[in-house]
Nanobody, 113 residues
Framework: QVPLMEYGGGSVQPGGSLTLSCVGSGSAFSVSAMAWYRQVPGRQREWIAIITDRNVYYADAVKGRFTGSRDDARNMIFLQMDHLKSEDTGVYFC????????WGQGTQVTVSS
C-alpha cells in the first residue's frame, strides 16, 4: 500500500494556478506534521510548506503565492499554488512525520509559456 499519493500536477503558463492534493494511508498521515517538498532540476529537494495541526509554514520562495491546508477527516493535505513562475517547475512531493518518515511518489509541475 502506497503510504502517500499526490494528485494534481500538470502544465500551466506563468501566472497560472494549480492545486495539488495528497492522500495518506494509515499511519503515514501524521496529525502533527505533514509537508510539501519539491525537487527542482539541478537542485536538492527542498521543503516549501509544513502543515501542522495548528499552523502552516512556508519557504520564502513561495510565501504569499502558495497556500497549504489539510483535511484530517479524509487524510489529505492540499497545496494551492497561485501566481506560478517558471522557477516553480519541478517534482512536488508530500511527506509526513518530522524526519519525514514517509514520502509520496511525486507529481510533476511544469510552468512554461
Amino acid at each position: 500500500q502506497v503510504p502517500l499519493m499526490e494528485y494534481g500536477g500538470g502544465s500551466v503558463q506563468p501566472g497560472g494556478s494549480l492545486t495539488l492534493s495528497c492522500v495518506g494511508s494509515g499511519s503515514a498521515f501524521s496529525v502533527s506534521a505533514m509537508a510539501w517538498y519539491r525537487q527542482v532540476p539541478g537542485r536538492q529537494r527542498e521543503w516549501i510548506a509544513i502543515i501542522t495541526d495548528r499552523n502552516v509554514y512556508y519557504a520564502d520562495a513561495v510565501k504569499g503565492r502558495f497556500t497549504g491546508s489539510r483535511d484530517d477527516a479524509r487524510n489529505m493535505i492540499f497545496l494551492q499554488m497561485d501566481h506560478l513562475k517558471s522557477e516553480d517547475t519541478g517534482v512536488y512531493f508530500c511527506a509526513s512525520g518530522s524526519a519525514p518518515e514517509y514520502w509520496g511518489q511525486g507529481t510533476q509541475v511544469t510552468v512554461s509559456s
